[in-house]
């Protein structure tokens, strides 16, 4: 306890050493010190920005990536729904009579694969002959007139079309009436 008391003295000899700041440096490091807390808080605002413009990005690309990632590989089978569909268009009559369980088998697997497509978020744009043109799901392959049709009427469908979700993933392929010549 006595060491402690001796220690005292020399504590308050280094303390009566220290400069005393007059008023003027007091208050020009003060305003100093408040110009670096200004700094270094609208830094850290802007690095808390940062970091949440950041996480939401992040959040926005992991939810693309689980509704569209898949985009390139529902494109690529797109061909084959396409096969499908005209095989079943050009069986005639002598080969559905001939080959029932083929052109069954081949009808199921279509639908297989449109069930597969539905899972996925993949619906097919199916126009009708004389539905109007809208050039942000159908593809106009040509244009011809055709008596008793206006101009921007579908006069033929080639091939569907097909969104993922709200994007569209191939237009509706389709023939389009020009005015027709009176």
Do not use: W
Request: no cysteine; net charge negative; aromatic share 4%.
């Amino acid at each position: 306890m006595t060491e402690k008391k001796d220690d005292m003295p020399e504590v308050e000899d280094q303390l009566n050493e220290l400069p005393v700041p007059d008023a003027g440096d007091a208050s020009a490091e003060i305003e100093a010190l408040k110009a670096e807390r200004d700094e270094l808080r609208d830094r850290f605002m802007r690095a808390l920005a940062d970091a949440e413009n950041s996480r939401k990005r992040a959040d926005r690309d992991r939810r693309e990536a689980e509704q569209y990632g898949g985009s390139k590989l529902a494109r690529d089978m797109l061909p084959v729904f396409d096969a499908l569909k005209r095989a079943l268009e050009h069986a005639g009559d002598d080969v559905r009579t001939a080959a029932p369980a083929l052109i069954e088998g081949v009808e199921l697997t279509q639908r297989e694969l449109i069930n597969v497509f539905k899972r996925h978020g993949i619906e097919p744009i199916t126009p009708e002959v004389g539905d109007k043109f809208d050039p942000q799901q159908h593809e106009a392959m040509f244009e011809a007139p055709v008596p008793g049709t206006t101009a921007g009427d579908i006069i033929q469908v080639m091939d569907h079309g097909f969104m993922l979700h709200d994007r569209l993933l191939r237009p509706a392929k389709v023939g389009v009436s020009s005015t027709p010549k009176a």
